[in-house]
């Protein structure tokens, strides 16, 4: 059997394998690759393609950017992009891509703080003692979700004139100690 992305036969990689065995797998190559047709190469297009799906787009609209496709109906996009979305090597570079995703994401700031604040609501309700009960409690109320403690101001001042304030002043003397006019 050969290896499509680089060429080797089944032994030759196990021997190349059993030679590494300490070493790290490398990050998917999504490089554009000459263009040619070969097994495990891309053309630009769909290398293209690759790239709007791992961005986020929908197939259709990944195909409509990477293809001239102003002529075409959506019924055609939709198929085109769907018979792309299942070439072997379009489907292998979208997997790797959006698996290199995940691994970058497992170290963002945000899915750790979705890691501990799922921890802390586990914690608030399973934890050994009743005090580290309320300490995830505790915590899981000052996070920036929750900000029970945020203390909250309002801006209630309004643009008052000297005279105005006064006036209010006076107002609110005069009824305060019960006299009239």
Partial sequence: MIWPSCGHTAERWGA???KHKDV???APDLRVVDGGKDQGKLT???F?????VLKGENQSDAYRQ???AENMSDQAIWTEAGRLFRHPE???RITAGRAAQERQAVHSGASLRQHIEKRLFFLSEHADTDANRLKALDLLGRTEKVGLY???TADVTDHLTEEQ???QLETELRIAFGETG
């Avoid at 293209?48 to 709007?52: E, I, T």
């Fill in 16 to 18: 190349v394998m059993t």
């Fill in 24 to 26: 790290e797998p490398e």
């Fill in 44 to 46: 630009s297009k769909q």
């Fill in 48 to 52: 293209a393609f690759v790239q709007a």
């Fill in 66 to 68: 990477s293809y001239n």
């Fill in 90 to 92: 379009v489907s292998r």
């Fill in 150 to 152: 945020v203390e909250r």
């Fill in 165 to 167: 304030v006064l006036e």
